[in-house]
Each structure stands twice: as C-alpha cells, then as structure tokens.
C-alpha cells in the first residue's frame, strides 16, 4: 500500500454472512490501491453471519501512515 494512504469502503453482510454491494465510498488518491482493496473485500465471499439473524453495512477505514502520524485528512475518517 502507498504511504500515506486512507480510504473509506462500504459493504453489506447478508444474514448467511455473503459478503456484496462492495464498492468506495471515500476514495484516496491511489486508485489502484482502492481498487486492489475493494477486490480484497470481496474475495472474503463469507464471513461470520452477523448476531440476531440480520443484515448489516459495514464501512470500513483502510489506512497506512508513518509511526507517529496522526493526521487524516477527512473527517469521515476521523
């Protein structure tokens, strides 16, 4: 992953634990690597169903900084 690196990625889990509707909700400014990661989220194909027998959407903040690096740029990512 470059450096630095921060996107937010949006998902759904099904109540069997199918993992769909993967897609970019905040992008960085490395296409290539939300592409990579958004092709990472859905080989998981299945998870762990979610507790109670629903659905759930999940969005989720990859990053990659420096030791010591506390900025993110966006307040999402906040």
């Known amino acids: 992953m470059p450096q630095p690196y921060s ?3 949006e998902y759904k889990i099904d ?6 509707d993967v897609g970019v909700l905040e992008a960085s400014a490395h296409p290539e ?8 989220i859905r080989a998981m194909d ?16 990859f ?3 420096g030791q010591g690096d506390q900025s993110l740029p966006t307040d999402m990512q906040r």
């Open 15 to 20: 109540s069997d634990g199918r993992v769909y």
């Open 7 to 9: 996107a937010v990625f």
């Open 63 to 65: 990053w990659n900084t």
């Open 33 to 40: 690597a939300d592409e990579l990661t958004v092709r990472m």
């Open 46 to 61: 299945r998870v762990l169903p979610p507790p109670g027998g629903r659905a759930v959407q999940v969005r989720e903040l």
